[in-house]
């Protein structure tokens, strides 16, 4: 069943029922570990999923919602500078990702692959990963037994069952470690308790610093990747072609991250759990996310359940996170695995490698009130190495040579 194809009501609202618990766990935890208020955050994923169906012209089947690449600039801003300052950041990396959209749009998206090849969209979205590991490890701190109940709840479940409940490890996972964590008296319902039934969230304004501007910039980046190959896999899945539809959907991302922005929510991005319910139902109706996001804006109405969201303690929250960044570090793998990136030629390796370490180890550059770290240092590294490398090897001849004696093909002699 095609995107603009529509199921009667009943099944249509199941289906958008479907994808709400698909995007439940990975929204929530976005929010939970950067401080962010629940309920805020799936607020504006709701309105951003309506806009983005509204945007696309209802070609483009997806749910928006919280954004990964936006846990680490918004920790490290919070941290110094307060939650409003990170606010403003989520603010101007939406507005860049609608710009990006709208070049994209009218000159075509040729150029992003010229820009940001798979060796360096690979490298980006590794580094973002294991850059977050140190936080990670932080919360397993907290309360090791439940980090291990939530950690050995989502491998479990990943491999013990098929279909939704299979997609949806993460979730039941979180709900095994909060579980334990109740029974070991590590959460606080007072605030659940004290919660009206009916409200609106919390809304921050945002505020504006160019000191974090650095640290912000290289989401937009993550964002590009994330959105096209989002667009490419529904076009395989449909069997419609959407290269024209890729603007409309970069700039409806940009325009539900900016409206994040301004009332404190977490950025957005297309979402990939999504995917996995149509696979399994092949269904592609755009109306079912039209349900998801009502059902989504409707639960955020109710500041008692945004409160008992926010009472996952950090235990479950270091067991989810150990999972999911380590995901999204083996994720930028994937990307080099899928697009064939040979290894051998010393452009990419040189590359990976040394943007990786860059952010891993959390190089910091501060420059006057600017202050770039991990993540903003290792994305101007993989761009500006490997285009450097590619322009030098190109003129000089070098390209075809080996990285290492060890890279280069055995051919197999009748000694061997």
């Given amino acids: 069943m095609g995107p603009k194809q529509r199921l009667t009501w009943p099944r249509t609202i199941g289906l958008g029922s479907q994808h709400v618990v698909a995007m439940f766990g990975a929204t929530f935890l976005v929010p939970l570990l950067t401080g962010f208020p629940p309920a805020t955050t799936l607020f504006f994923s709701a309105i951003g999923t309506i806009l983005f169906l509204v945007i696309t012209r209802n070609r483009v089947p997806s ?13 490290a801003v919070t941290a110094s500078q307060g939650m409003s300052t990170a606010v403003g ?26 820009v940001m090849p798979p060796a360096v969209t690979g490298t980006i979205v590794a580094l973002i990963g294991f850059n977050l590991a140190p936080a990670a490890w932080g919360n397993v701190q907290e309360s090791p037994v439940t980090a291990i109940v939530t950690l ?39 605030s659940v308790a004290e919660a009206a039934w009916v409200g609106l969230p919390q809304f921050t304004a945002p505020t504006f610093d160019i000191a974090v501007v650095g640290l912000f910039v290289p989401v937009v980046l993550v964002l590009v990747a994330e959105n096209v190959g989002h667009v490419k896999s ?8 959407l290269d024209d539809a890729m603007g409309r959907a970069l700039f409806a991302d940009g325009v539900a991250t900016t409206l994040a922005g301004t009332g404190g929510g977490s950025g957005t991005t297309t979402y990939a759990e999504n995917i996995g319910v149509m696979a399994a139902t092949r269904v592609y109706s755009t109306a079912a996310y039209a349900v998801a996001g009502v059902a989504a804006l409707l639960l955020s109405l109710s500041p008692k359940f945004g409160e008992l969201i926010a009472t996952v303690p950090a235990g479950v929250l270091g067991g989810a996170a150990t999972v999911l960044y380590g995901m999204i570090g083996v994720l930028g793998a994937r990307i080099w695995v899928q697009n064939k990136v040979d290894f051998s030629d010393p ?21 006057g009130e600017l202050r770039f770290e991990g993540i903003a240092l290792g994305t101007a590294a993989a761009l500006g190495v490997y285009h450097l490398m590619r322009s030098v090897s190109r003129w000089r001849g070098t390209s075809a040579e080996p990285a290492s004696p060890a890279s280069v093909p055995h051919n197999p002699t009748p000694s061997d």
């Avoid at 990006?100 to 010229?114: E, K, P, Q, T, Y």
């Avoid at 050995?152 to 979180?174: E, K, P, S, Y």
């Avoid at 470690?177 to 029974?183: L, P, S």
């Fill in 234 to 241: 529904v076009a395989t899945m449909t069997g419609e072609n």
């Fill in 63 to 75: 749910y928006l919602g919280s954004s990964f690449a936006f846990i680490a600039p918004i920790g």
């Fill in 152 to 190: 050995a709840g989502i491998v479990l479940i990943t491999v013990l069952f098929r279909g939704i409940l299979g997609r949806l490890a993460i979730l039941v996972g979180v709900l095994a470690g909060y579980a334990v964590a109740v029974m070991r008296g590590e959460v606080d319902f007072t």
């Fill in 89 to 114: 950041g989520i603010l101007i990396t939406g507005v860049l990702l609608a710009l990006v959209g709208l070049v994209v749009h009218f000159a075509g998206a040729r150029w992003i692959d010229i």
């Fill in 347 to 367: 452009v990419n390796l040189t590359t990976a490698g040394i943007a990786l370490v860059i952010g891993i180890a959390n190089y910091t550059w501060v420059v």
